[in-house]
């Protein structure tokens, strides 16, 4: 999965346009049950299967999608 | 205009009020000896309040911060500082922040799914929401086991619906589920603490609203109401001991309890069925000197596997004792209920030191059991059985003859919370008045 599958996640369950590579999860409101829905939604697009603390260590899309290119 | 409200909780007292500003003679009949129904506080300490029914609120409950700023109550923040604990089936863990220590991308899967059902829900209508047939007649732990959950995803459920509406999953509606949850403001909201419906407690207590809203008021205490006869000429409420005559009455408890009441010409449809539920909670209160785990760098909250308390929450009072609230709710609520005294006692403290070891024995124990509440029956609030919707909902805030319906489980917004009381009873007040400008008119 690129960063801009990673973006349109983000734009589902956060319900926020304005998401680029370098939002920050968190910062714009996301909490830990959101960020389980990013999970679940990198897991069916990708396959792979993160765990909280990567995304807390990984909060924007664009670190995210290098952590699961990584993980692909 | 005469007026008989029967009930002092949330919603009878702001229908009394609101019909009091606008020059009806109200008279509050109520059954138990105080006014709050469930909103009731208790002193853990000199000067220092705990809420044993109802606690929290967030931004959007809009009537009930105006009704507050108006009887002069401040809000205090839930403070969520520090680690959390978990006892989830493999020992005690501490983490960061209010995740568990579970499968994330199980969780998010239930997230989803929860996110989707609650979406298709329509809130202004319930029973007419597409699918509404087999959403009716599905439990939610028939529907969780549809979606072939993930073990920590069937772990979870149970523990959130405790949470967020006291249920047991196999005794709600997945309508009702997803109903609750839109009604409320949506999974998310529901459950945040900060930016959510936790955000904040009433500073000395929720039931200071009641209190207050009630000094203006004629209330009689020890009033059960047993009849309502509706006439051409007015309606008649029948206590033990006294008949009331008014013009309207409005019916402000639960469902379960309305049905308790003869109500002449008899309802078409009647408020509750059997299989409306009573919601499960059992709030424990342990006292200690002083909030000791935030020494500790812990935030007091914790959510366990086993019982009796499924969850923790530091609701110290500013500047008062350590108060460490325990959420006993669902299907454990029953096995609490039934247990002694002692065995509550000893069982929560126990859990307690597990959980935060550091712990000494506490100064104070108190347990506030709303199942065996023959005036509550229930709480947070009545749970609609498989079928209810379809069969209560469209009567559930139509008039019968003179009679009005008011109670938090008679508000399509925000269900089961205070807001919903006190917006069922603006409603119902704004009814009575209408009507009777029609009728003057
Ligand atoms: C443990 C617990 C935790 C909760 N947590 C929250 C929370 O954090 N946030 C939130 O917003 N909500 C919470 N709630 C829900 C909230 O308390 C209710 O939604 C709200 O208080 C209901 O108000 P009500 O006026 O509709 O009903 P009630 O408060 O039940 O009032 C009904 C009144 O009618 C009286 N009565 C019953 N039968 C008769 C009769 N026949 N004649 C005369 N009087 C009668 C009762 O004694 C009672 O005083 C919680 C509830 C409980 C119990």
């Given at each position: 999965?690129?960063?801009?599958?990673?973006?349109?996640?983000?734009?589902?369950v956060?319900?926020?346009?304005?998401?680029?590579?370098?939002?920050?999860?968190?910062?714009?409101?996301?909490?830990?049950?959101?960020?389980?829905?990013?999970?679940?939604?990198?897991?069916?697009?990708?396959?792979?299967?993160?765990?909280?603390?990567?995304?807390?260590?990984?909060?924007?899309?664009?670190?995210?999608?290098k952590?699961?290119?990584?993980?692909? | 205009m005469?007026?008989?409200?029967i009930?002092?909780g949330?919603?009878?007292?702001?229908?009394?009020?609101?019909?009091?500003e606008?020059?009806?003679?109200?008279?509050?009949?109520?059954?138990?000896?105080?006014?709050?129904?469930?909103?009731?506080?208790?002193?853990?300490?000199?000067?220092?309040?705990?809420?044993?029914?109802?606690?929290?609120?967030?931004?959007r409950?809009?009537?009930?911060?105006?009704?507050m700023?108006?009887?002069?109550?401040?809000?205090?923040?839930?403070?969520?500082?520090?680690?959390?604990?978990?006892?989830?089936?493999?020992?005690?863990?501490?983490?960061?922040g209010?995740?568990?220590?579970?499968?994330?991308?199980?969780?998010?899967?239930?997230?989803?799914?929860?996110?989707?059902?609650?979406?298709t829900v329509?809130?202004?209508?319930?029973?007419?929401?597409?699918?509404?047939?087999?959403?009716?007649?599905?439990?939610?732990a028939?529907?969780?086991?549809?979606?072939?959950?993930?073990?920590?995803?069937?772990?979870?459920f149970?523990?959130?619906?405790?949470?967020?509406?006291?249920?047991?999953?196999?005794?709600?509606s997945?309508?009702?589920?997803?109903?609750?949850?839109?009604?409320?403001?949506?999974?998310?909201?529901?459950?945040?603490?900060?930016?959510?419906?936790?955000?904040?407690?009433?500073?000395?207590?929720?039931?200071?609203i009641?209190?207050?809203?009630?000094?203006?008021?004629?209330?009689?205490l020890?009033?059960?109401?047993?009849?309502?006869?509706?006439?051409?000429?007015?309606?008649?409420?029948?206590?033990?001991?006294?008949?009331?005559?008014?013009?309207?009455?409005?019916?402000?408890?639960?469902?379960?309890?309305?049905?308790?009441?003869?109500?002449?010409?008899?309802?078409?449809?009647?408020?509750?069925?059997?299989?409306?539920?009573?919601?499960?909670?059992?709030?424990a209160h342990?006292?200690y000197?002083a909030p000791?785990?935030?020494?500790?760098?812990?935030?007091?909250?914790?959510?366990?596997?086993?019982?009796?308390?499924?969850?923790?929450?530091?609701?110290?009072?500013?500047?008062?004792?350590?108060?460490?609230?325990?959420?006993?709710?669902?299907?454990?609520?029953?096995?609490y209920?039934?247990?002694?005294?002692?065995?509550?006692?000893?069982?929560?403290?126990?859990?307690?030191?597990?959980l935060?070891?550091f712990?000494?024995?506490?100064?104070?124990?108190?347990?506030?059991?709303?199942?065996g509440?023959?005036?509550?029956?229930?709480?947070?609030?009545?749970?609609f059985?498989?079928?209810?919707?379809t069969?209560?909902?469209?009567?559930?805030?139509?008039?019968?003859?003179?009679?009005?319906?008011?109670?938090?489980?008679t508000?399509?917004?925000f269900f089961?919370?205070?807001?919903?009381?006190?917006?069922?009873g603006?409603?119902?007040?704004?009814?009575?008045?209408?009507d009777?400008?029609?009728?003057?008119?």
């Open positions: 999965m690129n960063v801009d599958g990673v973006i349109a996640i983000f734009r589902r956060l319900e926020i346009e304005e998401i680029n590579a370098d939002s920050d999860f968190f910062e714009l409101g996301g909490d830990s049950l959101l960020a389980t829905r990013v999970l679940s939604g990198v897991a069916r697009g990708s396959g792979v299967e993160l765990t909280f603390d990567d995304f807390l260590l990984s909060p924007t899309p664009g670190a995210l999608a952590r699961i290119g990584a993980g692909e | 005469r007026v008989v409200v009930g002092a949330l919603a009878g007292l702001s229908a009394a009020a609101r019909l009091t606008a020059g009806a003679e109200v008279t509050v009949l109520e059954a138990r000896d105080r006014v709050g129904g469930r909103t009731h506080g208790i002193e853990v300490a000199p000067g220092a309040w705990a809420d044993a029914g109802a606690a929290y609120l967030g931004d409950h809009t009537e009930l911060t105006a009704l700023a108006a009887l002069d109550l401040k809000a205090t923040p839930t403070g969520m500082v520090g680690d959390s604990r978990f006892e989830l089936g493999h020992g005690s863990e501490t983490r960061h209010r995740f568990p220590p579970l499968n994330a991308v199980a969780l998010g899967e239930l997230f989803d799914r929860l996110a989707e059902v609650t979406e329509r809130t202004d209508a319930p029973w007419l929401t597409p699918d509404a047939a087999t959403l009716d007649t599905t439990t939610a028939d529907w969780l086991e549809g979606l072939s959950p993930h073990p920590d995803a069937k772990l979870f149970p523990l959130f619906l405790g949470e967020m509406m006291a249920a047991d999953p196999a005794a709600v997945v309508l009702h589920m997803a109903f609750y949850l839109r009604s409320g403001g949506g999974i998310r909201y529901l459950n945040a603490f900060e930016g959510g419906a936790q955000q904040d407690r009433v500073d000395g207590g929720a039931q200071q009641c209190a207050r809203l009630a000094a203006g008021l004629d209330i009689r020890r009033r059960p109401a047993r009849a309502i006869d509706s006439g051409p000429d007015g309606v008649t409420i029948t206590t033990d001991t006294e008949t009331f005559h008014a013009d309207s009455v409005i019916v402000a408890i639960p469902p379960v309890l309305a049905d308790a009441i003869d109500i002449r010409p008899a309802l078409a449809v009647p408020r509750s069925t059997t299989r409306t539920a009573p919601g499960c909670a059992v709030k342990l006292i000197p000791l785990w935030r020494d500790h760098g812990l935030s007091g909250w914790s959510v366990n596997a086993h019982g009796p308390l499924l969850s923790t929450v530091d609701d110290s009072p500013d500047g008062g004792p350590g108060v460490l609230t325990g959420f006993v709710t669902g299907a454990e609520a029953h096995r209920a039934a247990l002694s005294p002692r065995e509550q006692r000893a069982t929560a403290i126990a859990q307690a030191m597990r935060f070891p712990l000494p024995e506490p100064d104070g124990f108190h347990v506030t059991d709303w199942l509440e023959t005036y509550s029956r229930g709480c947070y609030a009545a749970l059985g498989p079928g209810d919707w069969r209560l909902g469209p009567a559930l805030t139509t008039p019968h003859h003179r009679v009005y319906w008011a109670g938090t489980e508000s399509l917004e089961g919370l205070m807001e919903g009381a006190i917006r069922s603006h409603r119902a007040a704004a009814d009575i008045l209408t009777k400008q029609r009728t003057t008119s």
